[in-house]
Antibody, heavy 117, light 109 residues
Framework: QVQLVESGGGVVQPGRSLRLSCAAS????????MHWVRQAPGKGLEWVAV????????YYAESVKGRFTISRDNSKNTLYLQMNSLRAEDTAVYYC??????????WGQGTLVTVSS | SALTQPPSASGSPGQSVTISCTGT?????????VSWYQQHPGKAPKLMIY???KRPSGVPDRFSGSKSGNTASLTVSGLQAEDEADYYC??????????FGTGTKVTVL
């Protein structure tokens, strides 16, 4: 069965960096685009970034452009999100999700990132 | 910017509830790539509808989607206690951008 498992969250000071990982299993990872979506505490969902199945194209929300980098290693079935220059407003649960026809059909359980001094 | 949903909706068991999702001609109105998600507290979202009207395998046919102009809708018929959750719409917004709705809390009375 399809499984997505995020890791790498934690507490980090403003201005510092963090890298999230999303380990995929149960499907042909290299055939699917993948997204990162976040949800601030008590708030709604916010799309963060997408990467094509082969890593050839990457796109970002304006709120993270220039600070976050999405990448993938298809040999390891793993998706990444490198987050630099973190701000308090980046505090959220970060989900990875599989893309199917511009929808998110499978989600991980999420990993919490807290940006605080 | 985020698609507009009503903050809350409610209905009694067995009744129907419809949630709207209003965008613009650049997102909801411009593409048939509207999807809907159900999220229970503390859980990850679950895909309920994609491409405006399609249901993934395993989603009850009580859930249906539609679209007219710049507004998409999710209807839950025959409300059940387990349908109580937050619901979010999402749309492709062109140029490899994606947008979510503001979310609607559905209460089963």
């Amino acid at each position: 069965q399809v499984q997505l498992v995020e890791s790498g969250g934690g507490v980090v000071q403003p201005g510092r960096s963090l890298r999230l990982s999303c380990a995929a299993s149960g499907f042909s990872f290299s055939s699917y685009g993948m997204h990162w979506v976040r949800q601030a505490p008590g708030k709604g969902l916010e799309w963060v970034a997408v990467i094509y199945y082969d890593g050839s194209n990457k796109y970002y929300a304006e709120s993270v452009k220039g600070r976050f980098t999405i990448s993938r290693d298809n040999s390891k079935n793993t998706l990444y999100l490198q987050m630099n220059s973190l701000r308090a407003e980046d505090t959220a649960v970060y989900y990875c999700a599989r893309d199917v026809l511009f929808a998110y059909d499978y989600w991980g359980q999420g990993t919490l990132v807290t940006v605080s001094s | 910017s985020a698609l507009t949903q009503p903050p809350s909706a409610s209905g009694s068991p067995g009744q129907s509830v419809t949630i709207s999702c209003t965008g613009t001609s650049s997102d909801v109105g411009g593409y048939n790539y509207v999807s809907w998600y159900q999220q229970h507290p503390g859980k990850a979202p679950k895909l309920m509808i994609y491409e405006v009207i399609k249901r993934p395998s395993g989603v009850p046919d009580r859930f249906s989607g539609s679209k007219s102009g710049n507004t998409a809708s999710l209807t839950v018929s025959g409300l059940q206690a387990e349908d109580e959750a937050d619901y979010y719409c999402s749309s492709y917004a062109g140029s490899n951008n994606f947008v979510f709705g503001t979310g609607t809390k559905v209460t089963v009375l």
